[in-house]
């Protein structure tokens, strides 16, 4: 599906591979993008940038009032919503059981509820939207979501029980959710990153960026935001690609711990 006159939203949108997305559909010509993020400095900061073809809404992911309002805004403001890239999350370390104490239920229920029932939540929200669009005339297309899985849904290492719970469950609804779509002409993919630049990372020492490298095979180096969303795009617009998910690592394969 073309990018250029069409209009996205994206979680997370405010940093990281979020920004990194919005920056790269605006390049591209995409009419608007509304960002979703609980950051409202970097959000209207992105905003800034945008000079008018982007809206920032504070939005928790998980709550459905919210996302439905953030829609509500980005439809009032662009027309219309075509494509729903999706890449807040969170993440928390802890055992199963951990010195004698099991991982606290509440831990665990706070990652599934964000990067699983979250990003579940908003797609079938924006999916509402695009399926008032008027198929693409090239395509047939209503509208594309992408959502961002991660290595660790099959590579989970120790202590990412939630974590990679969370995030194999993004991989393992993309099919049925492209199916419950195929007369629609709505497709799903996922990405599934590996060591990424983001803020998540950015306060890590020299030493365990050094370690953490070492378990990269090639090239040997953290990715870079950007390529996360030069690959969002490619799925945007490659029309044959749908209930796929890609790997985005440079080879890595998470060691046990």
Do not use: W
Not at 19 to 30: D, H, I, K, Q, Y
Not at 107 to 134: P, W
Not at 139 to 159: K, L, P, W, Y
Not at 221 to 249: H, Q, T, V, W
């Amino acid at each position: 599906m073309q990018i250029e006159g069409k209009v996205a939203v994206v979680t997370g949108g405010a940093s990281g591979l979020g920004l990194a997305t919005v920056e790269a559909l605006l390049e591209r010509g995409a009419l608007g993008v509304g960002i979703f993020d609980l950051n409202e400095e970097l959000g209207d900061a992105a905003v800034s940038r945008a000079k008018g073809r982007a809206v920032f809404t504070k939005v928790d992911v998980v709550d459905e009032a919210q996302v439905s309002a953030g829609l509500e805004k980005v439809v009032e403001t662009f027309g219309a919503v075509h494509f729903n890239v999706n890449c807040a999350g969170i993440g928390t370390a802890s055992k199963t059981v951990g010195k004698g104490a099991p991982c606290p239920l509440e831990s665990f229920t706070s990652v599934i509820n964000v990067n699983l029932v979250g990003t579940f939540n908003v797609l079938r929200l924006a999916a509402v939207e695009m399926l008032k669009n008027e198929p693409d005339v090239f395509t047939g297309e209503r509208g594309v979501i992408i959502n961002t899985a991660s290595v660790a849904a099959f590579d989970g290492q120790m202590g990412q029980v939630a974590y990679a719970a969370s995030k194999a469950g993004v991989v393992g609804m993309s099919l049925p959710i492209a199916r419950d779509f195929s007369r629609n002409g709505i497709r799903c993919n996922v990405i599934a990153p590996g060591l990424f630049e983001t803020p998540m990372v950015g306060g890590l020492s020299a030493q365990v960026r050094e370690r953490i490298e070492q378990q990269v095979e090639y090239p040997k180096r953290f990715g870079e935001p950007n390529e996360y969303a030069e690959l969002a795009c490619k799925m945007l617009e490659m029309s044959y690609l749908n209930a796929e998910c890609i790997r985005l690592d440079a080879a890595t394969r998470l060691p046990p711990r």
